[in-house]
């Protein structure tokens, strides 16, 4: 096994999903639930539920390390930049579809992190 798949490997569900979901530009309420993907055989589940205090605490460590970045989107859909994590703080932010326009996105030393040059 690649040593980059050991590192990936030995990350917590929690950061792991949270990397997938900011490699995709995902929103923050995204990170809750179960999620699956779609083979060519079947759905399969890739993420278990997470938890509210694992995923913010999760969230929290990323964004402190810089790999793990905020935006989000007003009515206009402009980037309001990384002062939109205070919003974090919000259970609505986790639970409302769409988490009320909070997106994550993946820094140059996420990008790093996960394998993307």
């Known amino acids: 096994m690649p040593r980059g798949e050991e590192q990936w490997l030995e990350r917590s569900i929690a950061d792991r999903k ?5 490699m995709e530009e995902g929103y923050v309420a995204e990170l809750l639930p179960e999620s699956f993907v779609i083979t060519s055989t079947s759905r399969q589940r890739d993420f278990p539920t997470l938890d509210l ?3 913010r605490d ?4 990323l964004i402190e390390r810089g790999l ?4 989000m989107l007003n009515s206009e ?7 939109a994590i205070a ?4 259970v609505a932010v986790w639970t409302d579809p769409g988490s009320g326009g909070l997106c994550l996105f993946l820094t140059e030393l996420g990008e ?3 394998g993307i040059e």
Not at 58 to 61: K, M, S
Not at 77 to 83: K, M, N, R, S
């Open 18 to 22: 949270i990397l997938i979901t900011a």
């Open 53 to 55: 205090p694992t995923a």
């Open 58 to 61: 999760a969230l929290q460590r």
């Open 68 to 71: 793990v970045g905020t935006y």
């Open 77 to 83: 859909d402009e980037y309001l930049g990384d002062a």
């Open 87 to 90: 919003s974090v703080r919000s």
């Open 112 to 114: 790093q992190a996960v």
